[in-house]
């Protein structure tokens, strides 16, 4: 499991520890790499992992830190569905103890109610989608549509500024219409579907922006249905980098993917490690990569490593 995971500890300093994980659910392919990668991070290090699917609802994962406080969990993982409501529970978890660690979305909390956040810079996934699109499209008229991630998710919030940042300025950029599709192929699809319909049966539509290549997936599909070529008529820009945005580009599909990496639970146990045998204190927040792929960047040979690592 090489590459994509360098950085594997083999130290065994978590070797019986009990964490609890409370993950948001299953709305994308690339949550269930991050899930698999978890459980496999756990598995190689000892951990004991206590895994708790919320199914999208912040009361579930509430519910479930709550259960892992009163079990006295050596630490808690949480992917925070939304940013806000949080301050409650993470009190409860600092009065009893337990460190917790965040992984891959932010809240808006006081910092000392978490030991780090292990996330990428979404804003900066953002920009690099919008800057791509900036030299891709120069001089030329581009009326953008926007599917964006569950609504008050970091995410969301974060990759709309970045890409907004990115157009800024740029008269010829515009985006035309944004709503979300909850980071979920189906919901990609419908909701493209419907900015077809509205924009000329697609023809007035010159990029779609996707936080996420689910829904740039799904969008595809609806782009295909309504008589287009993905990739060619509309462009196709999205983030995660997962294996089926790489066969669409090898389809002539989708042009530009922001990867993120779902190892996010490697970095947060070295973190806890180092914390709850070194007595060190880690990095507020742990930032990972934002590299652009296009079809330019071998996107078969990028298929193929992903395929499998727990995707
Ligand atoms: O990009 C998306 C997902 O929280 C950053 O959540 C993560 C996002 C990821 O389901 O696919």
Redesign the pocket.
């Known amino acids: 499991t090489v590459a994509l995971f360098a950085g594997v500890a083999q130290a065994d300093g978590l070797q019986g520890k009990v964490v609890g994980f409370s993950q948001?659910g299953s709305?994308?392919g690339?949550?269930a790499a991050e899930t698999s990668v978890t459980k496999l991070q756990a598995e190689e290090r000892g951990i004991d992992l206590k895994f708790a699917d919320a199914q999208q609802k912040q009361e579930n994962q509430i519910k479930a830190i709550r259960g892992f406080i009163a079990q006295g969990v050596d630490a808690i993982l949480v992917?925070p569905v939304v940013a806000t409501g949080w301050d409650a529970v993470l009190q409860e978890a600092k009065d009893a103890n337990i460190p917790v660690i965040l992984l891959?979305?932010g809240v808006d909390a006081s910092e000392d109610l978490y030991l780090t956040s292990v996330?990428?810079d979404?804003v900066k996934e953002g920009r690099v989608a919008g800057e791509w699109l900036v030299n891709t499209v120069g001089d030329k008229d581009c009326k953008i549509v926007e599917l964006q991630?569950t609504v008050g998710?970091t995410?969301a919030i974060n990759r709309k500024q970045g890409f907004e940042e990115a157009i800024a300025g740029k008269a010829n950029l515009t985006i035309a219409r944004s709503q979300t599709g909850d980071?979920t192929r189906s919901k990609g699809k419908e909701v493209m579907e419907g900015f077809i319909k509205a924009e000329n049966g697609g023809k007035d539509i010159c990029a779609v922006y996707a936080?996420?290549?689910?829904m740039a997936v799904g969008a595809i599909q609806a782009i295909k249905d309504a008589g287009l070529k993905p990739g060619t008529d509309i462009l196709v820009v999205s983030?995660?980098a997962v294996p089926d945005i790489f066969a669409a580009m090898v389809a002539g599909e989708a042009n530009a993917t922001v990867e993120?990496t779902p190892n996010m639970a490697g970095p947060a146990f070295d973190a806890l490690d180092a914390y709850l045998n070194g007595g060190t204190v880690p990095e507020k927040f742990i930032i990972t990569e934002s590299k652009l792929y296009t079809p330019a960047d071998n996107p078969q040979g990028e298929y193929d490593t992903r395929k499998g690592l727990g995707y």
């Open positions: 948001i709305e994308s690339w949550r992917a891959d979305r996330a990428s979404q991630g998710s995410p980071f936080h996420n290549d689910d983030i995660d993120l």
